[in-house]
């Protein structure tokens, strides 16, 4: 009986030892990855239709499901901030063709030296891609513009999901400041008699 209550009592103190361990993980709130601040592009058109043709494969090497900013759903989100349909009639279809980010494990440094330095363990790969067309009623399209974008990334292999979750965000940041340049630039060069 002596031996049963001391059993125990060495399982409760275990127990109240590796609580005592555990540290809480704070959740980072990210802001979201909004384009308003940008202003808006008026285009000669009554609407605006924004679809994605990309499905996300959901496993590695894509990893662009685990972001806390989606690129597909940055991509839908800048189609929206940024082109405003300030016409009669017609159609602008924004189409979402690649929202895609490759996670590459990087060879790292198996020496002696190499166990004892903070290595770069993945590269991160975003590539974003869309297109907008102008249609009329009928559905005819006159004209379009394509925009893409590649940025890339890479992490330490100490970093806390934080850090990762902060520098996926980042990443699509920049993608999307890329993308924006490009796509402006297209809709100007391509779409000129769109533009109001």
């Given amino acids: 009986m002596q031996k049963k209550f001391t059993r125990l009592i060495a399982v409760v ?18 802001p979201e990855l909004t384009f308003t601040h940008l202003g808006s592009l008026k285009l000669n058109v009554s609407s605006l239709d924004v679809v994605s043709q990309y499905k996300p494969p959901l496993k590695r090497p894509n990893v662009e499901h685990l972001f806390p900013a989606k690129p597909a759903d940055v991509l ?7 082109l405003n349909p300030a016409g009669r009639s017609g159609t602008a279809k924004f189409t979402v063709h690649a929202a895609s980010v490759i996670e590459e494990k990087l060879k790292m440094d198996s020496s002696f030296t190499g166990t004892f330095t903070k290595q770069q363990s993945e590269r991160y790969t975003a590539r974003v891609e869309a297109t ?8 005819q399209r006159h004209g379009y513009a394509t925009a893409s974008a590649v940025r890339s990334r890479t992490i330490r292999e100490d970093a806390t999901l934080n850090a990762r979750e902060k520098m996926w965000y980042e990443l699509t940041e920049e993608l999307m400041k890329e993308f924006d340049k490009e796509m402006i630039k297209n809709i100007k060069r391509h779409l000129v008699d769109w533009v109001m």
């Avoid at 103190?13 to 990210?30: I, P, R, S, W």
């Avoid at 907008?132 to 559905?139: K, P, S, T, V, Y």
């Fill in 132 to 139: 907008l067309e102008i249609r009329d009623q009928a559905g």
């Fill in 76 to 82: 839908k989100r800048w189609a929206r901030d940024r």
């Fill in 13 to 30: 103190v275990l127990a109240f030892g590796l609580a005592a361990c555990e540290t809480d993980v704070q959740v980072q709130k990210l």
